[in-house]
DNA sequence: CAAAGTAGTCAACCAAGTTGTCTAACCTTA
DNA sequence: TAAGGTTAGACAACTTGGTTGACTACTTTG
């Protein structure tokens, strides 16, 4: 019997190449998942470079790259900070809440694709018990996401 | 809400960390995802550095780097391989198959907390669903596994 | 107002993959 | 059975996505 960790990554693996063969066929940037975690990430908030190295629970020289990129790209924007002379808040552009709207609903859709192979309230069911296991191993804060592997 | 893959890639790495802290009180040798996958291979048949790397999903020559790492710290070895003088088996040592009764005790320990956490039938549905949901896209010879992130 | 701490950048390094190349052995197949 | 194509494994150069460390400019605190 496999570890369920083993499961997990596959089908994360699974849905993910999905996900990414969609997205090449619409001819983006090769955005990889730390940038839809960036996107999630400052759809809520204003944040810096250090704020979103910690979220992704990588060094800030690493959040820097990503952000660099972003910027090229123009999914975000870094502006001044109103305070601190230091620090820049990154922000999402109009081209980065599409790409995110983009996402929402590819994801939705493999999501969907998942429901009609095992049903709907499996889906439900993996959904909440996953969410409530985090919580209970993190309490409210969740920690960086990471690499994985 | 929070996509599903999201959950899935959260709830990897808060037990794979968790594995990995208590794997390092008992003091082993850094073995990573790749390696315990590797063994799980090896349990069931004798394969050849080209079959492992197949099984992985990675190159022939990443495979031959997991297992020469292998060899050194005398989880596998290397024997001719008995009609083809270019191949050679893998094969895991009495080091090797005791490796992989620790993981896996380790890992059912780390299912049973889950199971505290969030009720037995619910562990049950999300394993079931799963392995269902991988049957439906993959049919049944699943792919390598591979890098996460 | 001095000392300690922090945001961002630059540079060197590292780990774990990749591609490309080569040799020796294997497998048609004409 | 020799010839041409394929394959296992090794070696080397490179790529990617991270790391640590050092430095400057600014901020916060005692």
Do not use: C
Request: glycine share 8%.
């Amino acid at each position: 019997m496999e570890p369920v960790p083993m499961l997990l990554a596959m089908t994360y693996r699974a849905m993910g190449d999905q996900f990414h063969d969609r997205l090449r066929q619409i001819g983006l940037e090769p955005l990889r998942p730390a940038h839809g975690y960036v996107f999630r990430f400052l759809k809520e908030r204003r944040a810096t470079t250090v704020d979103i190295g910690q979220h992704l629970g990588v060094t800030k020289q690493a959040a820097a790259k990503i952000v660099s990129e972003l910027d090229e790209w123009g999914y975000v924007l870094r502006e001044p900070h109103p305070t601190d002379k230091r620090a820049q808040y990154v922000t999402l552009t109009t081209k980065g809440r599409d790409y995110l709207k983009l996402a929402d609903n590819l994801w939705s859709d493999l999501e969907g694709e998942m429901a009609e192979a095992i049903g709907e309230d499996t889906v439900a069911t993996i959904r909440q018990g996953l969410a409530a296991y985090l919580r209970h191993v993190h309490g409210e804060d969740r920690p960086g996401l990471r690499p994985v592997w």
